[in-house]
């Protein structure tokens, strides 16, 4: 096997990776990571778009680590960044003393994002970047609920639980939750008046309930299994939000920076929305997220008189700042965009081939290099994990109940690594396997 694709060297997981495993269970807390006989392996290095465990297997990622890796694993221009500030200025007083990085990496985001004028707000992860957002709207509009939508996910803290969408999320901490949101249905793109429907309910919600000061979304719903809606979706809200004087705020965390063929994929549709929400590949690998609003929203904000009203002790750290400047940079020499739209048809014949006669598989759906793969049964989705980890190809499984696998690489993954993986998904998920 040559050394740019998977080797499997021991059974999966290794013994190394079953030991790891024990010694978690015994010290992390239980709920958090999924412990069993087949899973999971234990990472050791990575590279581009490859994986090794601690055991010496190598793996082919799928997943680029929650679609995290978009310039690939270990960047050496992101590595090196991270390095050189460590040695400088590892950590600064963000909303005090802030350093010469933050102000960089600010002025960059203001030079790309998809509106005028920006203005961002810097945090580590993306349930705070919403947070952030869902402040700046109530102190915007001065109206304090949300409409957002059935399958969001937008994380796991209590102001994000309280605008996701995913039911099993909520439900252990729903006393606890103001129940403030109107949640409306994702458009279903196999239904051709799903959208209509849709918009009109939405337009409902907001004409009855004038305390909504703001509309949640995902332009593509990424945790629900890579929902795909209409062409038409976000240029509806816009309007309506416009219509109805809400916000409409993006949760872009997932599709930003080139995963789907646009670097926004607001953009697609010429949608200029209030705020929008990024993070997993902004850092290449470093914590590190971002809420961006428009000028005139962001001057909701009164100006800081010597303490933040909204903070944090790592805020515009300089090393997750050194980060974000030098992937940036690669995401446009590599023009990732470009990437996943070149090889967006590549991805949608190989996957629409994998699915061709197999029952078990109900639906292929994706854009650019954010792709899913949806089973008749969410313990197929779960087996073909397991496969494919066996084989050499590292798979998450999403969707709502668990029924999907998303297909999402480093978009900097080689053909030939490219192509390695559909064939080990293909083995992963032929039917027969099931019988």
Not at 157 to 169: C, H, N, R
Request: proline fraction near 6%.
């Amino acid at each position: 096997m040559t050394a740019d694709l998977e080797a499997i060297v021991t059974e999966v997981p290794g013994p190394r990776s079953r030991s790891l495993a024990t010694e978690l269970r015994a010290s992390e807390n239980r709920g958090i990571t999924y412990l069993a006989d087949d899973f999971p392996v234990f990472w050791e290095h990575a590279s581009g778009a490859l994986v090794t465990d601690v055991d010496g297997n190598r793996y082919i990622d799928a997943t680029a680590a929650f679609g995290v890796a978009t310039t690939g694993h270990a960047n050496p221009a992101v590595a090196r960044a991270i390095a050189e500030q460590a040695t400088r200025l590892p950590h600064g007083m963000g909303d005090v003393h802030p350093s010469e990085t933050k102000a960089r990496l600010l002025a960059k985001l203001a030079d790309v994002a998809p509106m005028p004028r920006a203005k961002s707000f810097l945090c580590s992860g993306g349930a705070e970047a919403i947070e952030f957002a869902l402040k700046t709207a109530m102190l915007a509009t001065g109206e304090p609920n949300i409409l957002a939508f059935a399958g969001g996910y937008h994380g796991l803290s209590y102001g994000t639980l309280e605008v996701g969408g995913i039911a099993k999320f909520r439900a252990p901490w729903r006393k606890q939750l103001r129940e403030s949101t109107s949640f409306v249905r994702f458009p279903d793109p196999r239904d051709r008046k799903s959208l209509e429907r849709v918009l009109d309910t939405v337009k409902k919600t907001l004409r009855k309930d004038r305390s909504i000061g703001a509309v949640l979304v995902e332009p593509i719903q990424g945790r629900a299994g890579v929902i795909v809606p209409p062409e038409g979706f976000l240029r509806g809200l816009r309007s309506l939000c416009t219509q109805y004087d809400a916000l409409l705020v993006l949760d872009e965390i997932y599709t930003a920076w080139g995963r789907t063929g646009v670097m926004f994929e607001s953009q697609r549709e010429d949608v200029v929305p209030d705020i929008v929400c990024v993070g997993k590949a902004l850092g290449g690998g470093f914590p590190i997220s971002a809420a961006i609003a428009t000028d005139e929203i962001a001057s909701a904000w009164a100006p800081s008189e010597g303490e933040a009203l909204h903070t944090s002790t790592y805020l515009g750290n300089p090393m997750g700042c050194a980060a974000a400047l030098a992937n940036l940079a690669e995401i446009e020499r590599f023009d990732i965009a470009g990437i996943a739209r070149a090889r967006e048809p590549v991805v949608a014949a190989a996957l629409g081939t994998i699915a061709r006669g197999n029952p078990t598989i109900a639906q292929v759906r994706g854009r650019g290099m954010l792709w899913a793969i949806e089973f008749t049964d969410p313990a197929l989705a779960n087996a073909s994990v397991i496969r494919a980890l066996r084989g050499g190809l590292l798979l998450l499984q999403s969707g709502t109940r668990g029924e999907s696998i998303t297909f999402a690489p480093p978009p900097v993954i080689t053909d030939a690594q490219l192509d390695r993986a559909f064939e080990l998904l293909s083995t992963a998920v032929a039917d027969r396997v099931f019988a």
